[in-house]
């Protein structure tokens, strides 16, 4: 139960503390919540990871400024933003599911296809709905984001792997 709420805790200080960069075409803030997503899924189990976020998204929805720009309430949630918000325990439960313990390789293919492919999916389709805009062009806008994700995985990784060896030599769980 303390990691759950560590990581949700985690997500809400990066997601406040960290400057967040402005898309102003589909209203849409860059922020390190992906890097906290890939790394809960890394670090915690399917069950906790998904719990984990599912915290952070109901703490938004009952209005506590806990999304980007100090954002909080259901309007976030179904505003331009919400297909992100909403995938974070999906794409939290999937990397976790899928991890690969051992292989780097492995676990960068993994956590693209559910950090990238699988968030850009829902949250485009999310778009597409809300903006009644050509999918294409979402799609288009969202691309250039792409190489930011890949860096944040692969920040996610490397910092999953160090955390679970300070864990391990210190004996801490």
């Not at 720009?69 to 325990?89: C, D, N, R, T, Y």
Request: glycine share 6%; net charge positive; with cysteine.
């Amino acid at each position: 139960m303390t990691n759950i709420s560590l990581f949700t805790s985690i997500i809400i200080v990066f997601t406040i503390v960290i400057p967040q960069i402005p898309v102003p075409i589909i209203n849409i803030n860059v922020t390190l919540q992906t890097f906290v997503v890939v790394l809960t899924g890394l670090m915690l189990s399917p069950t906790d990871a998904f719990i984990s976020m599912l915290l952070y998204v109901f703490l938004g929805a009952l209005g506590f400024p806990v999304f980007s720009g100090l954002q909080g309430g259901a309007g976030v949630i179904f505003g331009p933003s919400g297909g992100f918000i909403i995938s974070f325990p999906i794409i939290a439960y999937l990397i976790s599911y899928f991890d690969s313990k051992k292989n780097f390789a492995i676990n960068f293919i993994i956590n693209c296809f559910f950090g990238i492919v699988v968030l850009y999916l829902i949250a485009t389709l999310w778009l597409d709905y809300y903006l009644a805009i050509s999918y294409i062009e979402i799609l288009m806008g969202m691309i250039i984001f792409i190489p930011f994700d890949i860096i944040k995985i692969l920040l996610a990784i490397i910092v999953s792997k160090k955390l679970k060896s300070f864990i391990q030599q210190r004996k801490l769980v």
